[in-house]
Every structure is written in C-alpha cells, then in structure tokens.
C-alpha cells in the first residue's frame, strides 16, 4: 500500500513532522520558550522564518512543538474511537438482539452534529487535554459503529462464518479470528479521516477557547493568541494554520489513498465492478 | 408512503430520549456539586441550598431527569442563571441571525457546488477531474475558523468593500442585512462546497454509463443534453440526502464563524454561555439544534423515500 507514491508522500511527512516536535529542542536554534518583548511581533526574517509572537518568541519552534499536542489528540482519539467504535460495531452487526440497542444509542448520538456533541461535553467537563480526548472521542466513534458494523453485516452470512459457527466455534474467536481480519480495511480507512478530523475539532474548540488549556502550545491556542493580532502581524496566524491544513490534509490523501489500495474493484477491473453495481441494484431493488 | 412515514415517525421517539439524556446529563457530568460551579466556591450555603432547589438537585437523579423532561414538553426549558430571563426566550431572540446566515451559505453552496460537479462530470475525461478531487480534498482540510480568519486580513484590511462583524436585522435593510453576511457565509459554504460537489459528482457518474444514458447518445442527442436531461435529473434524488449533509455541517460550522464574525445567533449564545458556566442556556441550545437536526433528517429521509419509490418498499 505504501508503495504507491500518493500515500508514500503523506506519510513520510507525517513521520518527519513526528520526529521533528519529539527532538525540537535539540536542533531549534532557539528554544521556543525564550522570551524577549524588545523581540515582539517580528516579520519573518532570516533569522525567524515565521516571526515572533506578542512575547518576542520564535512562531517557527512554537508551530514545531504545538504539534506535539495537536498530534497526540488527533491520535489518541483515533485510537480510542477505532476500539470502541469496532467492539460496539462487531456486537451490534453479529448478535441481532444487541443491535437494535446498541443502534438506537449511536443513531441518538449522530443526532448531534460531532462538534456540538464535543463542545456540550466540554463545557460539562471543562477543558483540559483528556477531557478534549474524552469529548472529542465520544463525538467520532459513534461513526466507526457505523462502519464496522455494516461491513460486519456484509461478512457475516459468507460460508467460512457458517462453517465455522456448526463447528462449534466459541463466537469471540469467530469474532477476533473470521470476521475481524475481513472488516480491518474500512477500520483503518476510517480510522485515518477520524485522526484528521480530530485535530481540526482539537483547533476549532482551542481557538474558541474551551480547549486544551491555554498554557499549552497546541495549534488551536497559537491561533486563539493570534486572532486579536490578525491586522497586525499576519503570520503568527498565517503559519500555524497552514501547518493544520497540511497536516490534515496529508491524512485525508492517506486515508483516501488507503480506500483505494483496499478496494479490489478499484484497480481496473471494470468488469467486476459493473457485476457489483448489478447486484448492488438488486439488492436495493 | 403512509406506513413509511409512520415508521420513520416512530424511530425518531428513541433517537429523541437518547438526545434528551445526553443533554440532561451535560449538568449531571460537571465534576462536583453543579450549585458550587455556578455560583463559585465561595458562595454561602443558603445561595447554594436555593439553587439546589431551583434547579431540582436535591431530588434523585431519575426523579430529576424526569421532571426536566416534563417541563420540555411545555416548552419550558428554564431560566437562564446569568441574565434570569427565560431559555426558550433567549433562545428564539438569536435564531434569527443563525437562520440567516446558514439560508445565505446553503444557497452560496448549491450555487456553486451544483454547476461545478455538472461541469467536472462534462469534462470527466480531462486533467480538470483529478485537480477537481484534489482540491476537494484540500477543501475539507482546511479549519473554518482560519480561513475567517484569511478573509478578514484580506477584506478587512487590505481590500475593504464586506463588513468584518456584526448583524443588521433583515427587516431593518435588506441591503446591509446581506453586506453583513457575504463574508461568514462565504467561510461556511467554502467547507461545504468541496464536499457536496464530490458527492454529486459520484451519484452523477454512476448513472453516466447506463444503459438509458447510452440510448440517448446512439439517438444522437448531443452530449450537454444528456448530461442535464438524464444524468443530472437522476442524480438530483441522493442530492436531496447531500441536502441534509450540508444543513449538519452548516449548524456545527455557525457556532465557530458567529463567534468570529460576532455575529449574535445561537452558536454565539453557545461559546457565550460555555464561558459563563450558564448551563441551562447550554442544555437548550443542544437541545434545539439536536432537535433541528433530527427534524431535517426526518424531512430528507421522507422526501428521500417520495422521490425514490424503492426505499418505502426496504
């Protein structure tokens, strides 16, 4: 999968941006944190690529080292929503009675549009970097439910299943070992999009401030900082949004990329494809 | 169609309690006493006693929910803890500028999004669709609230012909009522428009090589007919779906650009609110967005089901 370049180039970056904010302070030429007010509001320069911000400090380190957060939000709450969202999802799609239940919650919680759902929460738990995750993590998975659950539908009646299930198969091993391995793909393709979309939600409430705490750099807070210095010195806002939209970006070609190298049919094989719509129709019809 | 209805009807009962708890319990997750948040450590017991009663903290949990649920049904969804008016009142006082604003960027975004995916699909065979995904993709990577931010440098200050903040009523100008809302509805259609233009764009080449379409063509009806006439007619029934897609990410959206553009809706009455701990303002406004939403999807579903026969019989 990686060897194609479209996913190749967005994940390299992605690496890269990683390695860059964990070992920041040793190749920074100076420390993020150094304040010096004679230093304020810079253009960049040389010696500042992105200028300083309104205490004199470097925006080029600071963008390096908010992606510390930006980047631990936006994965762990992939990773969370992936687990819940694919055990919720493989219970609902394989016992019948559990999946009324189990729907009729994920059907209430898609009834909020996903930031509403984050920010109500927020505002209950108060902003701080977990409750960010937990808010943030309880407005996406509900999706993965979805997801999982539909793929889990399309599995379960294939013959090794059955086959399985006469002979006796406890269901967590049916589970774990027959239905799980073939719903994987669209876990992982999900997975990606939830990770980006998460560092957009993980700005959009640091920037209205009711994020992560203020004292810690993320990209949402430098931006939330830069609003009221829009007119005066553009590039403190300028340069840490567009590090979110390449790094959004890049998941989101990742994701999109990844669709596509799981997909059988879309390789060119048209004649497959034409027989999936035809049954595709029945099955609707 | 009747018996759809009825069954769409019905399902939207339980969709509707799960909201209700979920917005009942935003009080009930606050870390410690509710009274004590609102009110500040240092108030005194009796103020704390009072407001415990007010607010029905001293009963248990269920009784609560309960009682909480009745008075929604009356329409009553409380009294606001920092101005003392009623929620339902404050409420309807800002949807006005809300509704507007999200009519003014659905209609930007249909405007836009709907010849676009016509004219990607016309030159389906050409270097135009790939850069069309693309910059889709970057579309729906790009945060809402700094591409306000980009439009407010560049038409705030460098070029300054479109108001950067505030509201005028509809019915006092109708001129500025639009001037005002250009800018934010631009932001907020702009995140909609890559989206919606690819959905359409994947309904409509779906049915571009049907047999019907192919018909068409070996009659030699010319190419821009066929597209408008057959494949576009077709397409325009899961647009209807994509409808109920925009209006959602419209009402997360509105809550970030009235804030930035102080604009006084309900999204802004939201972030006001969270700051001031003013929860019962904060449960009503959940409430009602989540309620517009689900009435939406009931519409589009319903319309769905009109327009497209072989959903009723599912």
Known sequence: ?285 | MLRYTLRRLLAIIPVLLIVSIIVFMIVHLTPGNPAYLILGEDSSPEAIEQLEQQLGLDKPKVAQYFDWLGSIFTGDLGQSIYSEEPVTQIISERIGPTFSLMVISMLLTLLVAIPTAIFIVWKRNTMLDPLFLSGSLLGTSIPEFWLALLLVLVFGVTIPIFPVAGYISISESLMDWLHHLILPGIVLAAVEIGLIARMLRDSMLESVNQDYTKTARGKGVKESTVLMKHVFSNALIPTTTVIGVTIAGLLGGTVIIETIFTIPGVGQLLIDSIHRRDYPVIQGVVLVIAFVYVLINLIVDLLYAFLDPRIRYD
């Open chain 1, 1 to 285: 999968m990686l060897r194609r370049k479209r996913n190749l180039i967005p994940f390299i970056f992605l690496i890269l941006l990683l390695l860059a904010t964990l070992t920041a302070t040793w190749w920074l030429p100076v420390s993020p944190s150094f304040m010096d007010s004679s230093l304020r509001l810079m253009a960049p320069s040389a010696e500042y690529w992105f200028g300083t911000d309104h205490f004199g400090r470097d925006i080029f380190g600071q963008t390096i080292i908010a992606a510390r957060v930006s980047l631990l939000v936006g994965f762990t709450v992939a990773l969370l929503s992936t687990i819940l969202g694919t055990i919720t999802g493989l219970i609902a799609g394989y016992y019948k009675k559990l999946d009324s239940i189990i729907m009729r919650i994920i059907d209430g919680m898609l009834a909020f549009p996903s930031l509403l759902l984050a920010l109500a929460l927020v505002a209950a738990l108060g902003g701080s970097v977990t409750n960010i995750i937990i808010a943030l993590t309880f407005s996406f998975w509900p999706v993965m439910t979805r997801v999982v659950r539909s793929s889990v539908l399309q599995v379960k009646n294939i013959q090794y299943v059955e086959a399985a299930k006469t002979s006796g198969i406890k269901d967590p091993v049916i589970l774990s070992r027959y239905i799980l391995p073939n719903v994987l793909s669209p876990i992982i393709v999900q997975g990606t999009f939830i990770f980006a979309k998460s560092i957009l939600a993980e700005a959009a409430l640091s920037f209205l401030g009711v994020g992560v705490e203020p004292s810690i750099p993320t990209w949402g807070n430098m931006l939330q900082e830069a609003q009221i210095y829009i007119t005066m010195a553009p590039w403190f806002s300028i340069f840490p949004g567009i590090f979110i939209v390449i790094t959004v970006l890049a998941l989101n070609i990742l994701g999109d990329g990844l669709r596509d190298a799981f997909d059988p049919y879309a390789k060119g094989k048209k004649k497959a494809k034409k027989r999936m719509f035809k049954h595709k129709k029945q099955y609707a019809s």
